[in-house]
């Protein structure tokens, strides 16, 4: 007589072949039922990892009582892993948040990492406010108000407009980098809820430029912000010593190299964070031996007036 545990393991290979014909990704009774086109992430395993397993401390710098490569200045700051402070995030479930960007520095966004640990859910973002959230470290369900469910994987992501029911539920550990901001309401638009995966996003041209540019949402006028994906190979470097009026948040999500920021030059590597104030002078140069790639969040589409 077959013991229990093999014949788990054959019904559980029968299922995932028939469901493996499937091609959708949601059912409407709420249960995720079939991988969906955005879980087709093989190296999901170790895509990001040094955000979720950073370098601490260099081996030279273990010794020094203190020691940080964070900043924060009026303009800008610079968020490294061992200066993340997580405590529980308020309306969430077994999960513990590190805001990295918020109002009190002056931005119009917060920006945080959350962690949510098994069996976990998310709460909502208060009354008008969207929420951008993308998966940095293993996998989470995202369901909406008429309880259609969708599983995320590492480098997929999700928008929320403001005041749509929802949640996000983990059943293991996972790591969400979300922005949130109020949403700047424009007369006759209504953005729509958005759910996608990184690889799927089209590269866009950008002229003068050498990085290879994603953009996360539509650019179109509803959305008020969009998130971009960069990548640059090492040595390459941004052309425009850019000024501008927007506010950025970024997660350094592969690679390294040095960013300035205003008049100060910081070596940074994947894990860091990064919020640049309006108007703060911004460049980056990717070196070492593997590609550099980043999240970055950009407000656009409204008058700054
Ligand atoms: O679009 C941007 O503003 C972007 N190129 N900025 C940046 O990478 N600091
Ligand atoms: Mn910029």
């Given at each position: 007589?077959?013991?229990?545990?093999?014949?788990?393991a054959?019904?559980?290979?029968?299922?995932?072949?028939?469901?493996?014909?499937?091609?959708?990704?949601?059912?409407?009774?709420?249960?995720?039922i079939?991988?969906?086109?955005?879980?087709?992430?093989?190296?999901?395993?170790?895509?990001?990892?040094?955000?979720?397993?950073?370098?601490?401390?260099p081996?030279?710098?273990?010794d020094?009582?203190?020691f940080?490569?964070?900043?924060?200045?009026?303009?800008?700051?610079?968020?490294?892993?061992?200066?993340?402070?997580?405590?529980?995030?308020?309306?969430?479930?077994?999960?513990?948040g590190?805001?990295?960007?918020?109002?009190?520095?002056?931005?119009?966004?917060?920006?945080?990492?959350?962690?949510m640990?098994?069996?976990?859910?998310?709460?909502?973002?208060?009354?008008?406010?969207?929420?951008?959230?993308?998966?940095?470290?293993?996998?989470?369900?995202l369901?909406?108000?008429s309880?259609?469910c969708?599983?995320?994987?590492?480098?997929s992501?999700?928008?929320?407009?403001?005041?749509?029911?929802?949640?996000?539920?983990?059943?293991?550990?996972?790591?969400l980098?979300?922005?949130?901001?109020?949403?700047?309401?424009?007369?006759?638009?209504?953005?729509?809820?958005?759910?996608?995966?990184?690889?799927?996003?089209?590269?866009?041209?950008?002229?003068?430029?050498v990085?290879?540019?994603?953009?996360?949402?539509?650019?179109?006028?509803?959305?008020?912000?969009?998130?971009?994906?960069?990548?640059?190979?090492?040595?390459?470097?941004?052309?425009?010593?850019?000024?501008?009026y927007?506010?950025?948040?970024?997660?350094?999500?592969?690679?390294?190299?040095?960013?300035?920021?205003?008049?100060?030059?910081?070596?940074?590597?994947?894990?860091?964070?990064?919020?640049?104030?309006?108007?703060?002078?911004?460049?980056?140069?990717?070196?070492?031996?593997?590609?550099?790639?980043?999240?970055?969040?950009?407000?656009?589409?409204?008058?700054?007036?």
């Amino acid at each position: 007589m077959q013991s229990f545990s093999a014949f788990f393991a054959k019904s559980f290979l029968l299922l995932s072949t028939i469901f493996g014909f499937l091609s959708i990704a949601v059912t409407e009774e709420g249960f995720c039922i079939a991988p969906s086109i955005i879980e087709s992430n093989s190296n999901a395993e170790t895509l990001y990892s040094k955000v979720t397993n950073p370098t601490l401390s260099p081996t030279h710098l273990q010794d020094l009582p203190g020691f940080t490569r964070s900043v924060y200045k009026n303009d800008h700051a610079l968020i490294t892993p061992e200066s993340h402070v997580f405590s529980p995030l308020p309306e969430w479930s077994n999960t513990l948040g590190a805001y990295l960007v918020s109002p009190a520095m002056g931005a119009h966004f917060v920006m945080y990492i959350a962690k949510m640990q098994e069996s976990s859910k998310s709460g909502l973002p208060p009354k008008h406010v969207e929420r951008f959230v993308f998966v940095v470290q293993g996998l989470v369900t995202l369901t909406n108000v008429s309880g259609i469910c969708q599983t995320l994987m590492v480098d997929s992501f999700a928008y929320l407009p403001p005041n749509s029911k929802h949640h996000f539920e983990s059943y293991e550990s996972s790591t969400l980098v979300v922005f949130e901001r109020r949403y700047a309401y424009l007369e006759d638009h209504i953005p729509e809820p958005i759910v996608g995966s990184t690889n799927q996003q089209p590269l866009l041209d950008t002229p003068g430029e050498v990085f290879q540019l994603r953009k996360l949402l539509p650019t179109s006028l509803p959305y008020d912000f969009n998130i971009h994906i960069m990548d640059f190979q090492p040595g390459e470097f941004l052309n425009v010593k850019e000024v501008h009026y927007n506010q950025h948040g970024l997660l350094l999500l592969e690679g390294q190299g040095i960013y300035r920021l205003g008049d100060s030059w910081y070596p940074v590597e994947a894990g860091d964070a990064i919020w640049m104030a309006p108007f703060v002078p911004q460049w980056y140069a990717a070196l070492g031996k593997i590609p550099t790639r980043y999240l970055l969040y950009k407000d656009v589409n409204r008058n700054p007036l």
